[in-house]
């Protein structure tokens, strides 16, 4: 039955794009269908093609239906800043962006994969932040924490958030962004005793990672499994 599942981070660069990406190439050896979205990306490059994201190109590259880039990335920005602010005069719509997911979800996958862009609170507009969105989908969350001084706060915070929306964390993947962090485990630790969600894996640091790599820290049966459809 097919699974739903939006990917979000403590923080800018936490590492959503590595661990979707992962989780994809994971589903893909299983042979299982996948769909990727990245409906907000600001921080686009001008191409003859027009406004492209690496994220976005990535979560396309591995994901298994190929949709086009406008299906997969409806709202590209150029500058890398809060999407609010990058949109300058264009008006963003938490309905209008939520319109978009479902019409590319209508496509037939086994799994769908829907990454925010920043953290949970990224304001939208005056009144909406990217959690608006989340709340509209009505799917359940991964969180994706980023391991660095500081991060036991902010993913607390995220997970607190998240919960006070009334959205499900579907699992939690701590990624080690900082190689010179200090006393990695026992925030891993930390964390898992005050998480109630399932940890999917924790990816070291990885010199010049790949999904490929990442893939062999994280255990998809733990999505597949525990959510339905």
């Given at each position: 039955m097919?699974?739903?599942?939006?990917?979000?981070?403590?923080?800018?660069?936490a590492?959503?794009?590595?661990?979707?990406?992962?989780?994809l190439?994971l589903?893909?050896?299983?042979?299982?269908?996948?769909?990727?979205l990245k409906?907000?990306?600001?921080?686009?490059?001008q191409?003859?093609?027009g406004?492209?994201n690496a994220?976005?190109?990535?979560l396309?590259?591995y994901?298994?239906?190929k949709?086009?880039?406008?299906?997969?990335?409806?709202?590209?920005?150029?500058e890398?800043?809060?999407?609010h602010?990058?949109?300058?005069?264009?008006?963003l719509?938490?309905?209008?962006?939520a319109?978009y997911c479902?019409?590319?979800?209508?496509?037939?996958?086994?799994?769908?994969?829907i990454?925010g862009a920043g953290?949970?609170?990224?304001?939208?507009?005056?009144?909406?932040s990217?959690?608006h969105?989340?709340k509209?989908?009505?799917?359940p969350?991964?969180?994706?924490v980023?391991?660095?001084?500081?991060?036991?706060?902010?993913?607390?915070l995220?997970?607190?958030?998240i919960?006070?929306?009334?959205l499900p964390?579907?699992?939690?993947v701590?990624?080690?962004?900082?190689?010179?962090?200090?006393?990695?485990?026992?925030?891993?630790?930390?964390?898992?005793?005050r998480f109630?969600?399932p940890?999917i894996?924790?990816v070291?640091?990885?010199?010049?990672?790949?999904p490929?790599?990442?893939?062999q820290?994280l255990d998809?049966?733990?999505?597949?499994?525990?959510?339905?459809?």
């Amino acid at each position: 039955m097919a699974k739903a599942f939006f990917v979000t981070g403590t923080d800018t660069d936490a590492g959503k794009t590595l661990v979707s990406c992962a989780l994809l190439h994971l589903a893909a050896q299983q042979s299982l269908n996948t769909i990727a979205l990245k409906p907000i990306a600001a921080g686009c490059e001008q191409t003859d093609d027009g406004l492209r994201n690496a994220d976005a190109l990535a979560l396309q590259g591995y994901a298994t239906v190929k949709l086009s880039y406008d299906q997969v990335n409806p709202v590209a920005l150029k500058e890398p800043i809060a999407p609010h602010i990058a949109a300058g005069f264009r008006q963003l719509s938490a309905d209008r962006i939520a319109s978009y997911c479902r019409g590319a979800m209508l496509q037939s996958a086994d799994i769908y994969l829907i990454e925010g862009a920043g953290g949970w609170r990224v304001p939208l507009n005056p009144r909406e932040s990217l959690s608006h969105l989340v709340k509209q989908l009505d799917i359940p969350v991964i969180l994706v924490v980023g391991m660095k001084l500081g991060c036991l706060n902010h993913a607390l915070l995220t997970a607190e958030a998240i919960a006070r929306d009334g959205l499900p964390i579907a699992g939690w993947v701590a990624t080690q962004v900082d190689p010179n962090m200090l006393n990695v485990n026992e925030n891993l630790t930390a964390l898992k005793q005050r998480f109630h969600a399932p940890l999917i894996g924790f990816v070291p640091w990885l010199e010049d990672s790949t999904p490929e790599q990442a893939a062999q820290y994280l255990d998809l049966s733990i999505l597949i499994s525990s959510q339905k459809s």
